[in-house]
């Protein structure tokens, strides 16, 4: 019922940055929260940054004086402003996302296939 399309990943050398944008595509009546998540090979997915329902940014200690999430509801699109990265950002990203598809309330939550973020020493 909706497509999450990741963009913007790529190699960037440490202390560099990237802009990371996740747009929701499919019949969509509201945007109840949409968050970025990232791993590795071997270890679990963690949360990076999500826009939550009440609009209060919330951030991974290993991220939050680095990076910023913001939204377009217009758009329906996700943003990632990533500062002055480090070797150890390197991931996959993952776009989530929760929508309200119609007025009845009926809701849907899933992923992105993922963009790749390589930062070199």
């Known amino acids: 019922q909706v497509q999450l399309v990741e963009s913007g990943g790529g190699l960037v050398q440490s202390g560099g940055s990237l802009r990371l944008s996740c747009a929701a595509n499919?019949?969509?009546?509201?945007?109840?929260?949409m968050g970025w998540y990232r791993q590795t090979s071997g270890k679990e997915r963690e949360l990076v940054a999500v826009?939550?329902?009440?609009?209060?940014?919330e951030y991974g200690d290993s991220v939050k004086a680095r990076f910023t999430i913001s939204r377009d509801n217009a758009k329906r699109t996700v943003y990632l402003q990533m500062n002055d990265l480090k070797p150890e950002d390197t991931a996959v990203y993952y776009c989530?996302?929760?929508?309200?598809?119609?007025?009845?309330?009926?809701?849907?939550?899933?992923w992105g296939q993922g963009t790749r973020v390589t930062v070199s020493s």
């Open positions: 826009h939550t329902k009440a609009g209060v940014p």
């Open positions: 499919g019949t969509i009546v509201g945007i109840n929260e």
């Open positions: 989530n996302g929760e929508f309200t598809l119609d007025f009845v309330g009926t809701t849907w939550n899933g």
